[in-house]
Structure formats: structure tokens, C-alpha cells
């Protein structure tokens, strides 16, 4: 690949991962010029419609309901044959043993979700198009419990199955993507090229990667246990939601090995981190006690804390440092976490109804830190690149 073809951000990056993989690198690469063709097209074709028409045809569409698809545009019912085609390699019953892991250690799995994935995550040139937009800045509350609403509903039971709230969520997720690519190529403050294609393949490709294989391991380390067939299932649920979100087959990890390769790779490609990074990864952090309904300022000043400790101990000093996180606060407190977990699993094992009241509290917790907004899924689709400025959605 000649560098001069490169997004400038990513010359540095390539150099030093070709060094160590030149196929990855180079994928990587290619993917930060590559958007979703089939995506952007509905978003195109969606854009040109009111709001009331756009959601009533979405809804129509996510429903299969063929009224509603029989007056669809051609390309928006193209779009849903396509993604209602479920691709060989997933199967509905293979998911259950990730499902349980999930269950089992979901408090361990949110904490690792949300202090190391996304904060890693927005490391990248990935928190951009979060501060172009505002999305995180001013309306982290709201993202942040989107998130953890998509995660919990793909690993309900037949939480991905076609006419499932996780299967909605994910193909929802890839359209608001196309949206907002389609707003940000328009603004001034995206440099193409500089930064490539706005919320790329390869951040798509490098997402899977974090929200899958990067994910298990950060949870173990909080102290979660997964048997390897739970390990084996869990990747698969995080695959077929990235390929509902669009992610392209090229750079769509099979297997745990693949995603921490990829991770590994493409961390090396992106550009260090910068004021954007600063900026949303701090924001994110500052929004965890809000989105846990945690209101008095001393009780958020102490989670707040807690929360930068435990990143700092799963992202690593020198990441940590570079995102301007404090120091005080992570001595030792991975091994306390670890204790705890290996404690209330033995506890559980020994008091069956124990642990019984302890999924369900876990349930309504992650229920509580959950958008469940009483009208339904919404539907609606940004229109104007400021978050603050669009119609909410």
C-alpha cells in the first residue's frame, strides 16, 4: 500500500504495524477509507423523506410488515432482505452458552464494558465524530445507557433472532451510523483527508474486535469466569451483531484469536491520542454515576474515583497518562475486585437461593442503567450533525 494513498493520520501507525503485520495493516488500512455502500444508500433514500414517513417505514420494516414494505423505497427493501438473510455460519442455539457466561458475571461484563472497552475505544480517532457531534459531550447519560441497553438485549435468549430487540438494536445502530456519516462528510471539521472515511469499516471492524475478544478478557481480569464454550458463543453473539451493524465480512473476526489480533494491529495503526480522546474518554467516565441514578455530588465524586481507578488498572499506565486520567486510586484494587467475584461465586454456590437473588438484582440493575423509553424503540434518525441541534433519537 503506497503511504501517500493513506489517510494522513494513519501513515505513522501503518509503518509500525506492517512491522509486525503486514496483511492485518494493511486490511486495517483499507478499511478506514470504506464506509457501508448498502447503508449509506438507505440513508440517502431516508434522508429525503419527513420524519414521520422515515419512522413509520423503519418501524414498518423492522416489524416485517408487508404493507408498510410493499411501499418502502426499493432500496430500503433491498436493504432488509438482505440483512434479514442470516449468513452459514450463525446459529440461534449456539448462542445459549453465551447467553449464561454473559448472566453469570453481567455485573463483571458491564464494569469491563464500560472502563475498558469503551474507554480503549476512545483512545482512537473513533471519539471524533463524538466530539463533532456532542453525542458523548453533552448527552453521554443518554448514549451510555443506549449502550448498555444493546448489550443486554443481544444476550437475552433469541435476543438476536429476526423479530428480537437485539436484532432491531443492531440493524437500528448500522442505520443511525450511515446517518451520521452522511452528516459528518458534510462538515467542515471532518478532514477525509486526514481521518478517512467518518466512522469507517475499520472502526466497525476494530469495535467487534473490543466488544467481543477484548471484552472476555477484561471481564476476567475484573475476576468473571467463562467456560470455554461460553467463551466460543459469546464471540459468536458479538459476530452476527457486528455483521447486523454492517461491519463487512473482510474485517469481521471469526475467532477470539482473530479479534485480539485485529484489536492488537489496529491500535497500532490508529494515531495516538489527542484533545478529542481527552475529551470523550473523561466524559464517558463523568457520566457512569448519572446513568446509575446516583445524584448526591459526594456519592458521584467517590464512583467517579472508583471508576478511574478500576480503567486505569485494565487500560494500562502509559494509556491512562495519555488520556490525562488521575493517578490516585487503582493500588490493588484489581485484586480486591478478583477476591469479591471468586467470594460471591462460592457464596452463590453454597446458598442456591443466594444466587438466585443475586442474577435478579444484577437484572434490574442493568435494567435501571438501561434507554428503555416507554414509547418503544425509537426510530428516529439524527438530523443535524450537532446532536444538541437534531431531533432527539
Not at 188 to 215: C, K, N, V
Not at 220 to 226: D, I, K, P, R, V
Request: glycine residues 6%.
Amino acid at each position: 500500500m503506497e503511504i501517500a494513498t493513506i489517510p494522513a493520520d494513519y501513515r505513522q501507525g501503518y509503518e509500525r504495524a506492517q512491522a509486525v503485520d503486514p496483511e492485518t495493516a494493511a486490511n486495517y488500512i483499507a478499511h478506514t477509507m470504506i464506509g457501508d455502500p448498502e447503508g449509506d444508500e438507505v440513508a440517502d433514500v431516508l434522508s429525503s423523506m419527513v420524519p414521520v414517513d422515515r419512522r413509520r417505514i423503519l418501524r414498518g420494516c423492522m416489524d416485517d410488515d408487508p404493507g408498510v414494505i410493499r411501499e418502502a423505497p426499493q432500496a430500503v427493501r433491498e436493504f432488509f432482505e438482505g440483512v434479514s438473510t442470516t449468513p452459514d455460519w450463525f446459529q440461534g442455539a449456539a448462542t445459549v452458552p453465551g447467553i449464561r457466561g454473559f448472566h453469570a458475571n453481567a455485573d463483571l461484563v458491564l464494569q469491563a464494558f464500560v472502563t475498558g472497552v469503551l474507554v480503549e475505544g476512545f483512545s482512537t480517532n473513533i471519539s471524533k465524530s463524538f466530539v463533532i457531534t456532542g453525542r458523548l459531550r453533552e448527552q453521554g447519560v443518554r448514549r451510555l445507557k443506549q449502550n448498555n441497553r444493546h448489550v443486554l438485549d443481544i444476550f437475552l435468549p433469541s435476543g438476536l433472532e429476526r423479530y428480537a430487540d437485539g436484532w432491531k438494536l443492531s440493524v437500528r445502530i448500522r442505520l443511525v451510523h450511515a446517518q451520521v456519516r452522511k452528516l459528518l462528510s458534510m462538515d467542515p471539521s471532518w478532514d477525509s483527508d486526514a481521518q478517512g472515511t467518518p466512522i469507517s469499516a475499520a472502526h466497525m471492524g476494530l469495535a467487534a474486535a473490543s466488544f467481543s475478544a477484548r471484552l472476555l478478557k477484561h471481564s476476567e481480569t475484573l475476576g468473571a469466569s467463562f467456560t470455554d464454550e461460553e467463551r466460543e458463543s459469546f464471540m459468536l453473539v458479538w459476530r452476527y451483531s457486528a455483521h447486523l451493524m454492517g461491519t463487512p465480512e473482510s474485517i469481521l473476526p471469526r475467532t477470539e484469536e482473530e479479534a485480539l489480533r485485529l484489536y492488537d494491529i489496529g491500535m497500532l495503526c490508529e494515531p495516538p491520542p489527542d484533545f478529542e480522546s481527552i475529551i470523550t474518554a473523561n466524559s464517558l467516565v463523568n457520566a457512569v454515576p448519572l446513568v446509575a441514578g446516583i445524584t448526591g455530588r459526594k456519592e458521584q465524586q467517590t464512583i467517579v474515583r472508583q471508576v478511574y481507578g478500576i480503567s486505569r488498572a485494565l487500560i494500562g499506565d502509559d494509556m491512562a497518562d495519555q488520556l490525562h486520567f488521575p493517578r490516585h486510586g487503582n493500588r490493588g484494587v484489581l485484586r480486591i475486585l478478583r477476591l469479591q467475584a471468586r467470594w460471591n461465586r462460592a457464596m452463590r454456590r453454597v446458598f442456591p437461593r443466594l444466587s438466585r437473588s443475586y442474577h435478579l438484582n444484577n437484572f434490574a440493575q442493568i435494567i435501571e442503567a438501561a434507554a428503555y423509553d416507554e414509547e418503544g424503540i425509537s426510530y428516529a434518525m439524527p438530523d443535524h450533525v450537532n446532536a444538541e441541534r437534531s431531533q432527539r433519537w
